[in-house]
Structure formats: structure tokens, C-alpha cells
């Protein structure tokens, strides 16, 4: 390395956790100066995935909300050095664990059909799905390769109380990844005691945009630091040999105009590879959210150029192309009166912010909603309250408004929700005084479908002197994607490693060998 470290020349493609948890981690660890550091983002809002916009007038909206649990060491390092978006004297680790203390999540409605709450202290295995169960988790991930959960599962397993709650959980299909859902029973063994109550789980006090998003970028910004909005990187120039792999060129445009940055061997570049959120696409109360198919993105296209230079860039097109795989649909809705709460807490028996996920078990579409804590935007008015849901089979039919999820309006994916609860005679007024804004996500749950061992790309591929993938396509060995947690150690790894820092990686929770939650975990099986 022959710039001093304050010399050095870093840019960042996409201004996701990822791009944004890097870019803290040069600066407090790398000695990086700032102003020598570039985000890139190609929309007008930054942030990626953690999003979260609207008005009190018009409807808030988000695509989705995070959780977290004790275990996510390489979050709570990065958030133990921001300022909370509350308190400045308080970090937003602090903040985080404090509202936890209170707020904890006691589940006592996971699961409704027929308009009642189940039972689900029967989780429903009979001893093949156990045996399944366990079968696949001491399976190599090799032996894995490019197959489904569905092919590792008798049908019955797929009726279960535990697979209704495990999946809407996490956001798992039957066609999705069977390495990935190892991974995710072996990474969440220590949760598996109270996958009904949902206890481990803990949660932002705010949404994740206002809560890790907005006090990230505001340190990063208060160091100089410069996100560009409105950027489309187009391609990267990379000098390939047998040993060595060195970024040298940047294309963007900007405003219209083509734009080239030239690199030195000591300049970085990290490269958020695909996302999630591409192509979302917004309704209203009155609109169908549109499904784009007609462009795939600028991330994703960046990752195919990049793939066709080097294999060590994985392959994209497993995660890309087929949508009606990697879709689903959410919904925020904005209230003026605390009527839902109120009806959705007498209901569950908790109240919101401690009742944790409710999934309408027989809903053709398979409805999950949540009540979070008040106000869950950080300047939310008082006499406003919004709440959050999701469906994960937007292409079948309603149970009550015969219509697809996806070509429903915002009022009837609402009515379809209060008509599985049983608060029929409550629906006029509802609709009246609620603002509910669908998203449609073509490609939401696209890190999870069938892959093999080098289609996503090791986060410093071989040889590689100063580019790496950050995100939730690039690859960590055992470590689960659609998490905050992920992108952050995939930022950590990229960040020592291509600095050859002296610094170890946030430690990576392995609880599948601890024998006391094995143990415990084999009650929760066997619990009838």
C-alpha cells in the first residue's frame, strides 16, 4: 500500500446497512479521512432495504421491518458508537437495549384461524418431521446445493404449527433454499424454546430508517463523508491476472452524464451486489401496487457485468429470475384513531410493541400483521398510530375480497384483514379512518432461493487487491441472509480484510453447540 491511510480513496456502490456500517467501520477502525469517502446511490433516498417514508396526511409507509435478537454481535458493535436519533449522549445500541427492558415481545396470538386463537403449545410434528428436521441440519451444505426446503420434507411438515410460525417468521417457502433454512435452525437454535412467544426477539424503537438508518448517516455526514444521490454506476473496470483481481475504473452517470473515475491499486471499492427492494413498487387506498417486470436494476445488472469478467464474482441468476418466487407483498397503514389497536389488543392480549407477529393461519394469503410500539416513526403526531403486515402469497385469491392479494386496493387488503379477525361490523369505520399503502416486492425473498456454493461471491474474492461485495449477496460462511446482521459482518469483513487491520470480526454466536440449548431445543420439538 503505498497511500497513507488518509490518502486512500474509497467508494461505495449502493447506500444500504451494508455501504453505510462500512463506511463507519473505515473511518473509526481504518483511519480513513471522510472526505475520502463516496456513496453512490442510485434512487433519491438512501438507506437501501431500511426504509421508511410518508406523512401523517398522506399515509406512512414502509417495505418491511427488522428484527434483532441478543446474538447480532456485529450490530450491536456498530450501533454501540452512534448517537441514538433521541439522545445524543445515548447510543443506539443503548437505546435499542433500554426499549427491549420494556417492550419485550410476550407472543400470545401467534397463530389465529377461524377467527380464534390456536393453541400452538402443540407445535404439530409427528416423529418423520423431526427426524426430517434433524436429518437436514447435519447435512452438508454441499449435499445441499441447489435444493428446496419441499425436497427435504414429507408434506406433513408443511402443516404444522411449527412451519406456519417458523415461515412467517422469517419469510420462508417451501420452493425457497434448503441451505438456507439450515442455516437459519442452526444460527436460531438458542431461539427455538420460545419460537411461540416469540421472547428473543427484540426490536427498534422506531423503524429501522429512523432508528439505525438516519443516526448512521448522520455521523457519517458529520465527518465528511459524501452520498451522492441520483448515481447509476454502470460498470467496473478490473485488471484480472492469475493472482491478483484490481479494480481501476469507475463508470456512472449522473444527471444525464457519463461519468469515469480512474483508481489506484490503493483506492477501494465495495459493491453492494443485488437487493431485495428492487423494482418495489408503491399502491394507495384506492390502487393496486404495479408488479415491475420491465427492468431488472441497476444492482443487479452491475453484479451481471461483473459476474462475466470472473466465476470468483458469482452468478446472479439464481437469485433474479424468476420473480413469481421472490415476491410478496406488505402493507402500512396509517390510522387517525386508536380503533384497530384497540380491538387487535383486546384480541391478543397484549398490547402494542409486546404482542409480537399474528399470523392468520388460513388466509389464502397467507396475512401476518404486527402492532409495534407508538410512535413508530420518530416524528409521528400523538393521534396518529400506524401498524404493519404482510402476505407472502400475493397471487391467490382472498378468502373474503375475491381477489388477488397483488391486484387488491389498499381499503381491500384491509378488509381482508379485519374480516379474518372477525371485526366485520367495525370495517366502515376502519376504512373511513385508515390510510392503508400496499408495497409490491418483486424480488423480496430472492437471497433465499436454491443456490450453490459459489453463486454468491465471498465478500474479498480471490486475488482480490481493492474490490469486495458487501450485502446480502455476497457470502459468509454459516451466517443467515434477510438480515441487518449479515450485511453489517459482511461490512466488517470487507473492511478489515481489505485494510489487513489487525481486528478480529464481531464473534459469531454458534449456540448449536452449546449442549443446554440443544437440549432445550429437543423439548420444543417433542412438546405436545
Known sequence: MSKQKNEIKAYFIGSGIASLSAACYLIRDGGLDGKNITVFEESEKFGGSLDAGGNP????SMRGGRMFEEKFNCTYDLLSFIPSISNPEKSAKDELMEFHQEFFWNDKARLVANGEIVDVANLGFDERDRLELVKLCITPEKLLENKTIADSFHPHFFESNFWFIWCTTFAFEPWHSAIEFKRYCLRFTHLFSTIDTMAGIYRTQYNQFDAIVRPVVKWLKERGVKIEMGVEVKDID?????????????????????????LTADDIVFVTNGTMTANSTLGSKKTAPMLETRKLGSSWTLWQKLAAKSADFGHPAPFCNDISKTKWESFTVTAKDAAFFNLLEAFSGSEAGKGGLITIKDSNWLLTVVLNHQPHYYEQPKDVWVWWGYGLFPDKPGNFVKKKMSDCTGDEILTEVLSHLRFTEHIPHLLETSI????????????????????????????SQNIAFIGQYAEIPDDVVFTVEYSVRTAQTAVFGLLNLDKKVSPFFKGQYDPSILLEALKMLHRK
Open 57 to 60: 396526511r398522506d399515509g406512512y
Open 238 to 262: 478490473v485488471k484480472i491476472s492469475d493472482k491478483e483481481k484490481v479494480a481501476e475504473k469507475l463508470h456512472y452517470t449522473k444527471n444525464g452524464s457519463d461519468v469515469e473515475i480512474a
Open 436 to 463: 392503508t399503502i400496499p408495497a409490491m416486492m418483486p424480488y423480496i425473498t430472492s437471497q433465499f432461493m436454491p443456490r450453490s456454493g459459489t453463486d454468491r461471491p465471498k465478500v474479498i474474492p480471490a486475488g
